[in-house]
T-cell receptor, first 112, second 116 residues
Framework: GDSVTQMEGPVTLSEEACLTI???????????LFWYVQYPGEGLQLLLK?????DKGSNKGFEATYRKETTSFHLEKGSVQVSDSAVYFC???????????FGAGTTVTVRA | DGGITQSPKYLFRKEGQNVTLSCEQN?????MYWYRQDPGQGLRLIYY???????QKGDIAEGYSVSREKKESFPLTVTSAQKNPTAFYLC???????????????FGSGTRLTVV
């Protein structure tokens, strides 16, 4: 079945450092890909998405490009802030699916 | 504004009690989902419903029950048969499977359940 594998954490960074969280997927057909963010004690919020190959999703300084050749959707931010401390989930929705398939989540802590 | 409301935010359960977690949405979404999240863990699907009066078990349905009598509401009951219910519970909704492909889920803010 469809699945997502994302980089294990936790990840600890200093403010203004670059962040990359790797995400690769296995799917039948061409899925849509999503990144969700979960701040402490809250639900998940959609951060960005891409629905077809070579699409780039972007929001709040984060970017991810849908790479069909490498079946990847890595999340990147050039300069992180303390407020970016959260858990990040990669997810996919396949063409014939009824739900999202989530990765295990990556905890990111940004220190001042 | 449209969204999903989960209540209560914190819930305490005594051993042997059933408790019900509320999930209400005013987004006119057809599909609704319940997930469990343990500390430092990912999301595990408990139940989902794609249409009113119909629902299916997810990966960890044992010890839980749901109903979907109204499009807006998808309450989750944690029964006494669930031996380790302490967790963070998340409700989500999606327009419908074909549109979920484009838009994904909207999540509620969660209910933290603790057994005392």
């Amino acid at each position: 079945g469809d699945s997502v594998t994302q980089m294990e954490g936790p990840v600890t960074l200093s403010e203004e450092a670059c962040l990359t969280i790797n995400c690769t997927y296995t799917a039948t057909g061409y899925p849509s890909l999503f990144w969700y963010v979960q701040y402490p004690g809250e639900g998940l919020q959609l951060l960005l998405k891409a629905t077809k190959a070579d699409d780039k999703g972007s929001n709040k300084g984060f970017e991810a490009t849908y790479r069909k050749e490498t079946t990847s959707f890595h999340l990147e931010k050039g300069s992180v802030q303390v407020s970016d401390s959260a858990v990040y989930f990669c997810a996919l929705w396949g063409p014939n699916d009824y739900k999202l398939s989530f990765g295990a989540g990556t905890t990111v802590t940004v220190r001042a | 504004d449209g969204g999903i409301t989960q209540s209560p935010k914190y819930l305490f359960r005594k051993e042997g009690q059933n408790v019900t977690l509320s999930c209400e949405q005013n987004l006119n979404h057809d599909a609704m989902y319940w997930y469990r999240q343990d500390p430092g863990q990912g999301l595990r699907l408990i139940y989902y419903s794609q249409i009113v009066n119909d629902f299916q078990k997810g990966d960890i349905a044992e010890g839980y029950s749901v109903s979907r009598e109204k499009k807006e509401s998808f309450p989750l009951t944690v029964t006494s048969a669930q031996k380790n219910p302490t967790a963070f519970y998340l409700c989500a909704s999606s327009i419908d499977p074909p549109t979920g492909f484009v838009y994904g889920y909207t999540f509620g803010s969660g209910t933290r359940l603790t057994v005392v």
